[in-house]
Protein backbone atom coordinates (compact mmCIF):
# COMPACT_ATOMS: atom_id res chain seq x y z
CA UNK A 1 0.00 0.00 0.00
CA UNK A 2 1.31 3.72 -1.02
CA UNK A 3 -0.53 6.37 1.28
CA UNK A 4 -0.91 9.70 -0.84
CA UNK A 5 -1.37 13.40 0.90
CA UNK A 6 -2.16 16.13 -1.30
CA UNK A 7 -1.16 19.61 0.03
CA UNK A 8 -0.52 23.37 -1.53
CA UNK A 9 -4.37 24.33 -2.71
CA UNK A 10 -6.18 27.45 -1.86
CA UNK A 11 -7.44 30.68 -3.75
CA UNK A 12 -5.17 32.37 -5.63
CA UNK A 13 -6.32 35.18 -8.65
CA UNK A 14 -5.75 35.05 -12.28
CA UNK A 15 -2.42 34.61 -13.66
CA UNK A 16 -0.86 33.63 -9.94
CA UNK A 17 1.09 30.80 -9.13
CA UNK A 18 0.59 27.79 -6.35
CA UNK A 19 2.57 24.59 -6.18
CA UNK A 20 1.24 21.31 -4.72
CA UNK A 21 2.86 18.21 -2.77
CA UNK A 22 2.29 15.02 -2.85
CA UNK A 23 3.71 13.24 0.43
CA UNK A 24 3.68 9.40 0.13
CA UNK A 25 3.95 6.82 2.46
CA UNK A 26 4.01 3.02 2.76
CA UNK A 27 5.83 1.00 -0.41
CA UNK A 28 9.05 2.54 -1.46
CA UNK A 29 8.10 5.97 -3.20
CA UNK A 30 10.47 5.69 -6.06
CA UNK A 31 9.13 2.18 -7.32
CA UNK A 32 6.26 3.74 -8.91
CA UNK A 33 5.16 6.79 -11.80
CA UNK A 34 3.76 9.08 -10.43
CA UNK A 35 0.81 11.33 -11.93
CA UNK A 36 -1.45 14.43 -10.89
CA UNK A 37 -5.50 14.89 -11.87
CA UNK A 38 -7.86 16.99 -10.91
CA UNK A 39 -11.88 17.33 -11.22
CA UNK A 40 -13.90 19.72 -11.66
CA UNK A 41 -16.99 20.31 -10.50
CA UNK A 42 -19.90 18.58 -12.88
CA UNK A 43 -16.50 17.21 -15.25
CA UNK A 44 -14.86 13.87 -15.12
CA UNK A 45 -11.41 13.78 -13.56
CA UNK A 46 -9.18 14.08 -16.21
CA UNK A 47 -5.10 13.89 -16.45
CA UNK A 48 -3.07 16.84 -15.78
CA UNK A 49 1.13 15.84 -15.83
CA UNK A 50 2.78 12.67 -15.03
CA UNK A 51 6.24 11.17 -14.29
CA UNK A 52 8.22 8.14 -14.53
CA UNK A 53 9.85 6.52 -10.94
CA UNK A 54 13.20 8.59 -11.54
CA UNK A 55 11.83 11.93 -12.73
CA UNK A 56 13.46 10.69 -16.50
CA UNK A 57 10.52 11.72 -18.31
CA UNK A 58 7.09 14.23 -17.93
CA UNK A 59 4.31 14.20 -19.61
CA UNK A 60 1.66 17.09 -19.63
CA UNK A 61 -2.03 17.58 -21.08
CA UNK A 62 -2.26 19.84 -23.25
CA UNK A 63 -3.99 22.25 -21.53
CA UNK A 64 -1.50 22.85 -18.86
CA UNK A 65 1.46 22.29 -21.46
CA UNK A 66 4.04 25.27 -20.45
CA UNK A 67 2.59 26.15 -17.49
CA UNK A 68 2.74 23.66 -15.24
CA UNK A 69 5.56 21.58 -14.02
CA UNK A 70 5.20 18.00 -12.13
CA UNK A 71 8.84 16.71 -10.30
CA UNK A 72 9.66 14.49 -7.57
CA UNK A 73 11.76 14.21 -4.68
CA UNK A 74 12.46 10.34 -3.85
CA UNK A 75 14.52 11.27 -1.17
CA UNK A 76 11.50 13.18 0.57
CA UNK A 77 9.30 10.66 -0.91
CA UNK A 78 7.01 13.94 -2.52
CA UNK A 79 5.45 14.80 -5.48
CA UNK A 80 5.61 18.52 -6.82
CA UNK A 81 3.38 20.48 -8.76
CA UNK A 82 4.54 23.61 -9.88
CA UNK A 83 1.04 25.29 -11.12
CA UNK A 84 2.01 28.91 -13.40
CA UNK A 85 -0.45 31.39 -14.67
CA UNK A 86 -3.48 30.16 -13.75
CA UNK A 87 -6.66 30.76 -14.95
CA UNK A 88 -10.28 30.22 -13.82
CA UNK A 89 -10.52 27.19 -16.14
CA UNK A 90 -7.58 25.45 -13.66
CA UNK A 91 -10.57 25.63 -10.87
CA UNK A 92 -10.58 22.02 -9.31
CA UNK A 93 -9.47 19.28 -6.50
CA UNK A 94 -6.07 18.17 -7.90
CA UNK A 95 -5.11 14.75 -6.96
CA UNK A 96 -1.73 12.59 -7.03
CA UNK A 97 -1.52 9.01 -7.89
CA UNK A 98 0.79 6.35 -8.12
CA UNK A 99 1.08 3.47 -10.48
CA UNK A 100 3.53 1.18 -12.61
CA UNK A 101 3.58 2.91 -15.92
CA UNK A 102 3.12 6.32 -16.72
CA UNK A 103 -0.16 6.49 -18.15
CA UNK A 104 -2.37 9.45 -18.84
CA UNK A 105 -5.72 7.15 -17.55
CA UNK A 106 -7.40 6.83 -14.53
CA UNK A 107 -7.55 3.32 -14.44
CA UNK A 108 -3.37 2.53 -14.81
CA UNK A 109 -2.95 4.47 -11.21
CA UNK A 110 -3.60 2.02 -8.39
CA UNK A 111 -3.33 4.28 -5.41
CA UNK A 112 -4.82 8.14 -4.88
CA UNK A 113 -4.92 11.01 -2.25
CA UNK A 114 -8.05 12.68 -1.23
CA UNK A 115 -7.16 15.51 -2.99
CA UNK A 116 -6.89 19.71 -2.35
CA UNK A 117 -8.75 22.07 -3.91
CA UNK A 118 -7.31 25.05 -5.97
CA UNK A 119 -9.69 28.08 -7.28
CA UNK A 120 -8.71 30.82 -9.21
CA UNK A 121 -10.81 33.76 -9.04
CA UNK A 122 -10.98 36.08 -12.31
Known amino acids: QVQLVESGGGLVQAGGSLRLSCAAS????????MGWFRQAPGKEREFVAGITWNGGHTVYADSVKGRFTISRDNAKSTLYLQMNSLQPEDTAIYYCAAGPYLRSTRLDYDYWGHGTQVTVSS
Open 26 to 33: GRTFSNYC
